[in-house]
């Protein structure tokens, strides 16, 4: 930044108001209209009386209190760099309240305030302006000196608002009262005029010399060229209320046309955007706050769920739909498994499917198709979502209901790769062909357990590997190493004769085979998978224990 550049609010102010180009300030009315007349480019905002009026819907005539004015320009200065100047009617008060209003506004840095010499409560001075009474000079002076007096940040600007030419007093009243307000301390005069040429304007600038810097609102006698104010010993332009009266114009026609239309077609490319609010609003901000600062347990995780095969056993209940949507306890399989994830905070899921897609209600998951089910195993269902592996995953099979207990302690558990293994090697309810897990241990069920892990899957009961220890129940953490190592063991099995009937206990002991650690987390029961007609009936109990 430029070193002449001010950092303060009121530093900047004061630049602008003693600068010696011709300045602009735009009105704005609450935080977003703030932030648009930054945007586009102004170097200050005029906190208009009438704007802020208009915006509660009530006359400018002091009936919003200051306080509800203050807690206005706090909102629009939290949302914006540039300094504000508020329009402060007469000081809502006396010297005393003038004083204190000054303070508040230091507080929310605020960087000035302009006064008018009318009296409390006011009214705007384009109504019935001539009958509006002046302040008595000398008490106007005692308020501006007040606040000057109370103001801690030398740069704090105030800005005296002369209204003898909108009052009927003429230039040379005009010009008394802003000598005696500048002599009183004032940083600026602002000359107000309500006629449509800028002449009595122009004539008090000529008077008025460089003695101070001079504010003008051109809002009646808009139509002078810019350039006549540029060449007029003025410095600050302030254009008052043209934000609210832009927002009334464009509210009023979108308003009328929808009414009239019942319906928002014809209104949608002519408004802004919805995502033009979040940006103003700065949303992406927060969405990065509250990844540092609110993320959610297992926020990251993911699962994939292989639910492709059409499940012939189950006789008719698979005509027309796969497995996974099969209602078991008055909810599908399917949702069972996502109300499980739900709960573990896992939102993204990736659904494997193949047999009848079409039947499958895809609320919340994303679903990819095995075309080849028919004539494949599961890992060929697994390599068509190696796309969306993820260094933090969950793979299960998309028949299994299961406590609570056991997803959340598998994504407590640590280790690359975690398989869940049910003790108990004997169930005589078992439907399905069980993939018998050979451990490094038993449970162990001391307190002092230890690091178990898998050695081998597989259907026979007896292996050279001796007896099982308990039965892989199709579900497996994969986290950060682990999906490099489930990566390669599908390349690996690829290069296989029998690579497409394979199955995930293939790709376990491939794992396991080029020497990466897969741990066991032992359960005892509590879940149950859907393989034949019987399941359906104890799988109704199961969710009603
Ligand atoms: C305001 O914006 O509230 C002003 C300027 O005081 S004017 O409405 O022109 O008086
Ligand atoms: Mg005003």
Known sequence: MNK?????????????????????????????????????????????????????????????????????????????????????????????NMRRLVKKLEQREIAGVCIEDKLFPKTNSFIDGERQPLADIDEFCGKIKAGKDSQDDPDFCIVARVEALIAGWGIKEALRRAEAYHEAGADGILIHSKLSQANEVLEFAHEWGNRSPLVIVPTIYYSTPTDIFRNANINLVIWANHMVRAAVASMEKISTDIYASESVI?????????????????????????????????SETRAIVLAASHGHALGELTDDKPKVMLSVGGKTVLRHLLDEFKNQNINKVTLVAGYKPEAIDTSGIEMKINKDYATTGELVSLAVVVSEFHDDMIITYGDLLFRSYILRDLLESDGEIVAVIDSTVENENYSGSPDYAYCSEEEDRTIFKRDVFLNHVSEEKNTSSGAPTGRWIGMLRVRGQGRQWIEEAIDKLKTHENYRQMSLADLLNQVIQQNHPVKVLYINGHWIDINALADIDRAGDFTKL
């Open 4 to 96: 002449d550049t001010p950092l303060t609010k009121s530093g900047k102010l004061r630049a602008l108001l003693e600068s010696s180009e011709l300045e602009f300030i735009m009105e704005a009315h609450n935080g977003i209209s703030a932030q648009i007349v930054e945007q586009a480019g102004f170097k200050g905002i005029w906190g208009s009386g009438l704007a802020m009026s208009a915006q509660f819907g009530v006359r400018d005539s002091n009936e919003i209190s200051w306080t509800q004015i203050v807690d206005m320009l706090e909102f629009m200065s939290d949302a914006t760099e540039i300094p504000i100047l508020l329009d402060g009617d007469t000081g809502y008060g006396n010297f005393n």
């Open 266 to 298: 014809d209104v949608e490319d002519n408004i802004a955007p919805v995502n033009k609010l979040f940006s103003l609003q700065g949303a992406a901000e927060l969405s990065e706050a509250q990844e540092r600062y609110l993320r959610p347990k297992n």
